[in-house]
Every structure is written in structure tokens, then in C-alpha cells.
């Protein structure tokens, strides 16, 4: 009996599996069917992209929270360097401030001094500006009064008379500075356009930009200027803080404190200043037009624009190649 059984089981699989492949066959070619395992075939697949993605996010979240964490890190470096530094300067001027010492004592600390006038900069190098500065602009040979205007982006100076022209294949401004009676004319390479809107109008005004060499204080170096007419303002230059920042900061509460870098150079007040010395017969820039007269109003050209930016005041500014007289208009 046992050996019948084994005779018929092998016919026995082969008619299961072929009852099997019967039932299976109508399942593959039904579209219904095909496409319901497809279906299974993409769930799988997007359970499977789900879990990529899961997983993705996670690892871009530790990379952010590593930058994050790596920008502290240098962010709180720095901090400790410049705290270091003020304390490293602050004993360094405690030891000259009003000091009694020795000759010897002096020598023995070789080349050591004070570093900076904390009346005019920060115990971290920026430099103070008050709500006003001198500000000396090579272009014109002219040191400027300034306002101090942190909530305009450019900078800008006075200008009419604008002209476009091209020196050695780039466009060029020539432009005329009106201010305290005189024309000053000058000239500045173009840097690009803007679009000022103002708030009394709906509409923009397009205004050349400029390059201008300008010092304050220990400062000197290029920046951007617009274009404007400010001869009915009260002042003549506006520094935005495309110029400000990272050079200094600013105390609304005082004035002029940078003082003339450029003693020798034609003085332009702001307006209530200048009206005020004319009435009281001052002229402030007396001994300017007795002994530079023969300088006053000729285009300045600076040969090197880039030549200046930095603190260092022995670098002073680009060598200038005057080109011809300007006009200068004196009150009778």
C-alpha cells in the first residue's frame, strides 16, 4: 500500500500544479489583475521613497545643526579675540594715560603705545561718527560737511550739470558740485545705475552711481555715490551706510568728530552754518583762496581707485593728475 502511494504521488503534484497554473493564467491576463499589482508594486516603492526621504531629513537636519553649531563656534572665537584684544589695548593705554614714566621705563617697552584715541574710535578699531563729518573727497579737492544718515542705503553728493562721457573705453560722470557760492567741478568713473523713489512721488528717477575717493579720519578709500542735485539742501554730501559699515559707528548725540583730515583743502559748510559765517563777515576758507588759489577748482583725476581702502592713514589717498581750472563763483 505504501509503495502505491509513492507510486501516484509525483502524478500528484503534476496535476495540482497544473490546476495551479490554471487558476494563475486568467489572473495574468486580466488588465485588472496586472494593474492591481502594479499598484501593490508602486506602494511598496513609495514606502520605500517615504523612508529615503525620512531618512534624508534627518541627515540634512544634523548637517544644519553642525553649520549652525560651526558658526558659533567662530562667531564666539571672534568675540573672545576682540574681548582679548580691548583688555591687551586698554593696559597698553592705562600705562601712557597721564603716566609719570621713566625714560628707562619707556625704552624697555620698545615700539609699545597707545594704539588709538578712544574719544574717536572703538575700543575695537571702528571709528566713531557723529551726526555730521568733515569728509574729504579727492575728486573735488574739497573737504565736505557731511550728514551722517544711516537709514539711506547710498551715499550721494550734490550734483548738476551732469554729463556723461568715456575715458579709455569707460563711461565717465563730469558733474558740477554747487555749494557756499562756488562751482567745483569734478569727475568719477560710472559704477552702475539706481532707481531712487521718493516719498512725495509714485515714481522712480534713474541716477547714475559713481566711485569717489573720500577720507574721514584715519579712513580713506573708494565708495559709491549718487548722483543728486542737493544744492537746496542743507547739506552738500550724504553718508549712506554702504560707507558705514564695518568702518563705524554712529553717535546721533555728537558732531564732527573726526575732525579736517585735509586742513589745506576748500571747505564747503553745511548751509545754515555757511549763512551764518557770511552774515557774521567769516570767510572760512580765507586762507585757502590767499595761498591756493592757483589749485582751487582744477578736476581731480585719481589714477588708482583701489589703491586706498583701508585704515591706514600713510596710505592716504590715489595720486590725483589735475586736468584743468573749475569754476569758482565768490560772494560779493
Partial sequence: MIGLKKAFLPLLLALVSLQVTADETPLLNDPASRLAAIDGT?????????LQRAKIGELTAELEA??????????????????????NQSMIDSLFSGSNLSQDTQSS?????????????TPDGKLYFGEDEFVYVREANATIDARIDTGATVSSISARN????????????????EANGRV??????????SDVRQSSKSTTTRRPVVSLNVKIGDYS??????LTDRSKMQYALLIGRTLIQDIAVVDVSRSHIQGKTSPDSLLILMRDDYEKAKKEGINPN?????QAQSKAGMIASPTNLNA??????KSSLPTVVYQKEQTLKQDN
Fill in 308 to 313: 586706498t581702502v583701508g585704515t591706514d592713514p
Fill in 109 to 121: 617697552l620698545g615700539g609699545v603705545k597707545p594704539l588709538r584715541n578712544y574719544e574717536t574710535q
Fill in 286 to 290: 580765507e586762507e585757502y583762496d590767499r
Fill in 184 to 193: 567745483i567741478n569734478a569727475e568719477a568713473p560710472f559704477v552702475r545705475y
Fill in 221 to 226: 578709500g573708494a565708495s559709491e555715490f549718487t
Fill in 162 to 177: 551732469i554729463t556723461e562721457f568715456e575715458r579709455n573705453g569707460k563711461k565717465w560722470y563730469r558733474f558740477d558740485i
Fill in 42 to 50: 508602486i506602494q511598496s516603492v513609495n514606502e520605500e521613497l517615504s
Fill in 66 to 87: 553642525a553649520n549652525h553649531e560651526q558658526k558659533k563656534f567662530k562667531s564666539d572665537m571672534l568675540e573672545e579675540l576682540k574681548a582679548l584684544r580691548r583688555q
